[in-house]
């Protein structure tokens, strides 16, 4: 997907109307965002280059590519960039399993691209085909730093259940992840007595005694 003429940076522009590059690009995106609520971003040396990557690539057969160059800008610290590559929608283009940027980045514990695609905009609760959200995600891979940083967003959907009805807590319950179930339970917003489809409560799930402890005291205290 290219952005439409309204979007396009003009071929020429007038060098006196502009105090540099990065004024131009400023107002450039500006008007390619429409508005959006995003955090300004400066224009840097590798904008221009990271640009042309996104341009040649092709949002149904180059996930891998389009992660890489998303992951590169980020690296980079250039948001200008990020900001483009969400203007040509590849933050939507999925892999094989239906994950869209976000959720890979929220899968491999790649906490600083997650917080530059969401200060550019991109949704923190965006699923995928089966309903998996970037938290649960994080969830299955242990991707602690994630956890941390998404629980602590206001409009983060903790309670979110995937296709087959399962929620963040019933992962980390799942893989026996203490210091996640913690986190997840620390912020006061995680209901502990959501079913699956299975019927099973997420303490359900786990083998770890200290888990089961710490959910059943909670279901005890909120819910008796």
Request: aromatic share 10%; with cysteine; glycine share 4%.
């Amino acid at each position: 997907m290219h952005p439409n003429s309204e979007c396009e940076i003009p071929e020429h522009a007038e060098s006196n109307e502009y105090q540099d590059e990065s004024q131009f690009f400023s107002q450039i995106f500006t008007k390619m965002l429409g508005g959006n609520n995003t955090i300004p971003c400066d224009y840097n040396t590798t904008t221009e280059s990271n640009i042309k990557l996104f341009e040649k690539l092709n949002p149904k057969t180059h996930f891998d590519a389009i992660y890489k160059t998303f992951d590169k800008c980020s690296k980079e610290g250039d948001l200008y960039s990020i900001q483009y590559g969400i203007e040509l929608n590849f933050q939507n283009c999925r892999d094989i399993n239906g994950r869209c940027i976000i959720h890979q980045a929220a899968y491999q514990n790649n906490l600083s691209l997650v917080k530059d695609l969401i200060k550019c905009g991109v949704d923190i609760n965006s699923r995928t085909h089966n309903n998996n959200t970037p938290l649960i995600y994080a969830c299955i891979t242990g991707s602690k730093s994630v956890v941390n940083y998404l629980v602590s967003l206001d409009k983060i959907d903790i309670n979110a259940q995937n296709g087959d009805g399962n929620t963040a807590l019933h992962y980390a319950c799942m893989y026996n992840m203490l210091d996640i179930v913690n986190t997840l339970l620390q912020t006061k917003r995680t209901d502990v007595i959501i079913r699956n489809k299975e019927g099973q409560y997420a303490y359900e799930l786990t083998s770890n005694d200290y888990i089961l402890k710490a959910i059943c005291t909670i279901a005890y205290i909120f819910h008796e």
